[in-house]
């Protein structure tokens, strides 16, 4: 990252100096992004719409503003490669740069580090697949595959969006079915978080001699190990 | 290389320490359950006994050693995208502090001279995919600690070489009074799985 900083244009109406038209915003597009969004949900009183509507600009202002302060810390270089990311990707980098620029909670930042990983580690098991994809799969229902989900019969993270993300390790789509196994050790580790789950089952146990993980070994039919394995997981011994 | 137990190592000629637990000793554990202390017979310890007795309960002499011995196992030979750990995970496990004032004698395994032994680090790395339980020798000098009368094993972590852990073995002299001391998700705990492991979590 750049030391000296590129001057910020101001955002706000009717502050556009000589400097900010050089390197001025479109005001059209960006208004033409804000009307895609624009809608009143039913059922909202009108004072709670406006409320909301007005919660939502306040809060894209601030993202915007946060946005732009590290967009124009970036060297030309860095803005190259940034444009060639995905938006989730852009997202997080931009994120990653506001942290390493401010002092922030603890959390926060391991919660992003954790995020970022945890989708690296389920990339690496082909990644996730959307609630339609399982319905597909398993020839049921969406309210049949919801409700597999609440009872933990089936893993799936709900995101931000309120969509549900199975992790597509837990399909053997050769067989038509569930991975050998996965069921019953689902039923084991039920008070487990579904993160903790996944990660217990796609995490190396004794990488220092080989490479094999729990979801191999209930693959091989060796649901025993599997579950004498999840008894020790987080306990302290040797 | 290390090697088996002989009958000449007696606690005259091995590593043997004496510790009073004025000084607090670790546990993470659950804290679903009533009390921290848990001596395990589990044949996949590498500290218990040929025999599978008595159970053994294992400490750290700190909290980062509890830590690296149940969250960031295997720290070195992980990849970056393994090194995580859900938060409520972490609201479920506490860190007990264990205090006595009794005193205890240990075999010292963590002491800097091993090869007067005719002992070396092997020991604490032992592992033998081949054989049920899996290792060559603690097994054996765990059942040779309790021949000798000796309280338990002061041994290095495997997953953080500088925490010094302890194996101490059912029915020893020490009283144990074990507290609680906060949850995992606690902020210090985060400074040490982030500083110490860098760990993340989701």
Not at chain 1, 78 to 91: H, V, Y
Not at chain 1, 156 to 174: C, H, K, T, V
Not at chain 1, 212 to 226: I, S, V, Y
Not at chain 2, 18 to 29: A, G, K, M, Q
Request: one cysteine or more; hydrophobic letters at 40%.
């Amino acid at each position: 990252m750049v030391e000296q900083t590129e001057h910020l244009p101001s955002f706000e109406a009717g502050k556009t100096s000589e400097t900010d038209r050089e390197h001025e915003i479109d005001i059209e597009r960006l208004e033409r992004v804000l009307a895609q969004f624009k809608h009143v949900r039913r059922g909202a009183t009108p004072k709670a719409a406006a409320k909301l509507s007005k919660a939502r600009r306040d809060l894209l202002m601030r993202s915007f503003e946060a946005m732009a302060r590290e967009i124009y810390q970036f060297d030309a270089l860095e803005i190259k490669d940034l444009s060639t990311k995905s938006d989730p990707r852009l997202l997080v980098e931009l994120a990653q740069s506001v942290l390493s620029d401010t002092p922030v909670d603890r959390t926060e930042r391991m919660a992003l580090k954790g995020a970022e990983r945890f989708r690296a580690l389920l990339d690496k098991f082909d990644g996730s697949v959307s609630t339609k994809w399982a319905c597909d799969f398993l020839g049921s229902t969406e309210a049949a595959v919801r409700k597999r989900v609440q009872r933990k019969t089936l893993l799936a993270r709900r995101m931000p969006n309120g969509e549900l993300s199975f992790p597509r390790f837990q399909f053997n789509e050769s067989a038509g079915d569930l991975v050998r196994c996965l069921q019953s050790f689902l039923a084991h580790v039920n008070s487990w978080p579904v993160e903790e789950i996944v990660r217990f089952l796609l995490v190396r146990h004794n990488p220092s001699v080989s490479d094999e993980n729990p979801l191999a070994m209930l693959k091989q039919g060796r649901l025993k190990q599997a579950i004498a394995l999840a008894d020790m997981h987080l306990t302290q011994r040797p | 290389m290390s090697r088996l137990p002989e009958t000449t190592d007696t606690v005259d000629n091995l590593p043997i320490k004496v510790i009073r637990l004025d000084d607090s000793l670790y546990r993470v554990n659950s804290t679903e359950f009533k009390s921290p202390v848990f001596y395990s017979k589990a044949s996949n310890n590498r500290w218990t006994p040929l025999e599978g007795e008595p159970g053994v309960c294992y400490f750290a002499l700190s909290e980062t050693g509890a830590i690296a011995e149940t969250v960031c196992r295997n720290a070195a030979y992980l990849d970056e995208a393994e090194k995580s750990v859900s938060l409520e995970s972490l609201s479920r496990l506490a860190m007990y502090e264990i205090v006595s004032g009794y005193r205890i004698t240990l075999l010292d395994l963590t002491a800097s001279n091993l090869a007067r032994y005719r002992l070396d680090a092997g020991i604490l790395a032992d592992y033998a995919p081949g054989l049920t339980p899996p290792y060559q020798y603690c097994p054996a000098w765990a059942s040779h600690a309790v021949s000798l009368g000796l309280d338990g094993i002061l041994y290095r972590s495997r997953h953080a070489v500088d925490e010094s852990c302890l194996a101490l073995f059912e029915g020893s002299s020490a009283r144990l009074a074990p507290a609680r001391i906060a949850t995992l998700d606690h902020p210090d705990y985060l400074a040490i799985l982030e500083e110490e492991f860098d760990w993340a979590i989701n």
